[in-house]
């Protein structure tokens, strides 16, 4: 499926030439601690599953992951409660933005997908009632599967997003209102606020998506994280919602289970094959990092990697 | 990804337990026609690039593939058409029914993309206004892409459903009173409802679908149909938009991209490996075949076949 | 309630001082016959229930009374059926556009009222079901309640109506779909497009309603067309319904009970009072006559006749 | 409009009757202080603008009049701010539910009505922002319109609400997301559910609504608390939205103005005639008082008191 490949020449020419061109859209404005960072920040890295790595400009410096830990989140929750977590959420994509209200009511307080914020507060939900210590167990669980011990949140951003966060107080409540959450939406939510505030370099967060590229990923005590089945479930689920109302273009465009984040950064994999991420802050329309989507179509057609 | 694989065996005994089991759902009762039919029919065949054929069950009676034929129309269309039909139709997934005009609506006219109902209209439409004979025309491009003379559609059942196509009917007036349609609404629902009326085995379907799985696919007439890309994004558009509001479920539990029709077809595919047909009449809730459904979720996991 | 007044010499300040302001607003456009009128005609006309008659400009001059219509079948259905017609049309506003179709997908073919398009609709298909002829029985009805022979329909604009009526097409067979039609959806469009061009004079309009406003009300045969409570609950349903989403700003405003038409007709009437009747072709944005509201908020305001 | 009546003896016999009749419905389970109250308690108040009283049942107790309360809160806002109120909230009836988010995402956050919940948090907003001491100003202006030192808010009750008001908490959470809102949301909603929590007996009540009803009400002190125009609005307002997704059909069958509370009261009136409260706590399913619909549709028919 896939050219014998010179990923290191196609990254650095594909970098190049949108470097060159206008970098459009907008740094997401309503968190005001992500409004100040410098908007032509643009990184890249590869990892591949045999362990070797290609990356590009600002690859390693650090930037809020912000959604795409909602896929970690969902990672945790899976491996210890299985396939239970699916009678608290569903998997399908959802033709509505991100926190839309309108579809929780239609469903009755079940999120359509664990990537949409509400569908991240019920799994945050999960995890806050069964870690015994759910902020330092979930970066436990991240520095396992990163096999890196520097990953932490940043406190500044998550305070920043609490002191605004009126809508996700909003869809948390809802969902509370539905009787689809355990635990008191405030301490859910200022543990969903805390994940999201994960920073990463991009060579960081390819490494720690390995887990869901290579069948074979053991950690560094040489325990599986979660069963064939079930990363593949989480690379379809990926795929279908993965990018908010954009999700059918990425997977169109770009053919790869990948997730974005409002901080700018993307992450895609091919499996079996590599983990890319991908850094730029400007968000096009749909709130998906505008050089990011260029960037990753543009190399999907050069290495002719698409999953389909 | 995939193991050396007997899929013969995989079949049969896959086969024989579902045949064992309680066979759930309803045959599709609103098309008098298509209520006719044994609810008890069971095939599947599966056609891989390398030209082998394995088969159970009914794999040679000829059913109605219904909406799986959206697919053939939109590969008419975006060769003749190229990009340009992606003004008039989305290619993003939906979280509504099939045949839903709230989200018409609020898409002032626009279809979520070419597999729901408005969407194909839009398609018919386009092909209706740049086709000579549209019916013939697009029967000669199956059967072009099939190898097959003897495929044809059913006036018995076209028929049976222009009688009862209310909901289609003011589906598609309410798209041309958007402006998104340049032909009379009688005429395009007349092509739609013809075109929909397919009739194939589940051979002929597994073997006429192979243009979008095998890269070096080529006609009879050593003519390729769409172009890679072309190809690989038209799986991208079944696998996040082929099951209607059920479509990230089957990319959840299958991991392949296909296409359901409510005559109990499903056809799903495995880039650079096979296309699979699966017929069973009784649909589960969202409208897709029970027992294909089934069939197919053990069929990935036992094969580890999946795309991810 | 309402101070001895002078109706006429209220009815010509307000006339001027609006003939004087800026005639905002668009002529409907998509009837292309009605999209010809002289968008600066204004005519006023009041009828009380004492048989005094008041007026200003072109009272005298036909116009397409469009929706206002709806008021009549009604009118017609309740006297024939009685509250069986409660059964297929609801009685509550909606927050929705004249021809919405999400409203009808939620609640299931049952239309919110009998004053928006669907709801006339599923009233035209009980007329044409239980009149003999079901136009002419329809006309003989209004001729009756007008005491006049001389109302009649225009074919041209019926004809006009029917050339681009895609969305009503659409609305009528969405409501056939959920099986709350009994005719075919063409014949009831029919007959629905014909009720809709039925043309009066502002004088006309006025006499024929007071039929709603006069609880002695009795036809030249001496007959009472609906009961006290029958006419109550129409003039009911006007104020809560009969102005699209714009019924609360009318009710508010204006605070009687009406009903408006795409014509830029608007019916108002006074119980125990009288009925007015004002046009002025040109819409705001919600579809009702810029002038007539105007006019009438004016004409409350002033003569303190507001009902509330 | 209205025959010479005998009210009381009206009032008697409709009151057996109901009293004899099945007491259908269910009490608000939701606030578990209302939950609490005897589903058999049953008063009516009527209170002429001439100063005559009339009675029945349990018209001395006192009750949560709950939503009814926000007549009051609009009124005060209406009075102090004038006009300005209608630019953050709209006086459009709504076709869904007295809680729905959708509308407010529709509408970007601009309430349809003051009579709905968003719709009173943003009244509430308004008055938190201009009142010295929100909660004492308000008492004291309901204290002022009743004549009456002794109406007083609950305590325990609003507490109760405070305690499960999820919905409520994200409605205006939703709002604040929106800009609509000036304070804190939780300090506005803490006087929100303060007001909801305002007692009265059914005579209070009947009583503190005159003002409304009754075009020279002047307070102990001569002074008009709005002037008639603005009477006449909220009159309109209630007419249109005063009972959820039900005010059509309250509208139809009883034909005054008024509003509901889930406290089981309901409050009508007959402009330059009366006010009537009833109070009876099991709720029909569109949550208003199944005995307080029935009385109050009976008591219009058999003193054709209607205002239509």
Known sequence: MDKATNYQEIIDEIFSSIKAEENNGQVAQYIPELAKIDPNKFGIYLQTINNEGFSAGDWNAKFSIQSISKVLGLSLAYKILGDKIWERVGVEPTGN????????????????????????????????????????????????????????????????????????????????????????????????????????????????????????????????????????????????????????????????PGKSGVGGGILALHPDKYCIAVWSPKLNQKGNSYRGMKFLERFTTKTESSIF
Chains 1, 2, 3, 4 share one sequence.
């Open 97 to 256: 933005p991100f926190n839309s209200l309108i579809q929780l009511e239609t469903d009755q307080g079940i999120p359509r997908n664990p990537l949409i914020n509400g569908g991240a507060m019920v799994i945050c939900d999960m995890l806050f009632s069964h870690l015994n210590n759910p902020l330092p167990d979930f970066l436990d669980f991240v520095k396992q599967i990163g096999k890196n011990d520097k990953i932490n949140y940043s406190e500044a951003i998550a305070k920043s997003e609490k002191s605004v966060g009126y809508r996700n107080i909003a869809l948390c409540n809802f969902i509370k209102s539905f009787g689809n959450l355990e635990n008191n939406p405030e301490e859910v939510l200022n543990f969903y606020f805390n994940m999201c505030s994960l920073e990463m370099t991009c060579q960081e967060l390819a490494q720690t998506f390995l887990f869901l590229a290579d069948d074979n990923f053991r950690t560094n005590e040489d325990k599986r994280i979660l069963s064939m089945s079930q990363a593949k479930r989480i690379n379809a689920i990926m795929q279908t919602c993965g990018f908010y109302d954009e999700s059918g273009e990425f997977s169109f465009k770009v053919g790869l």
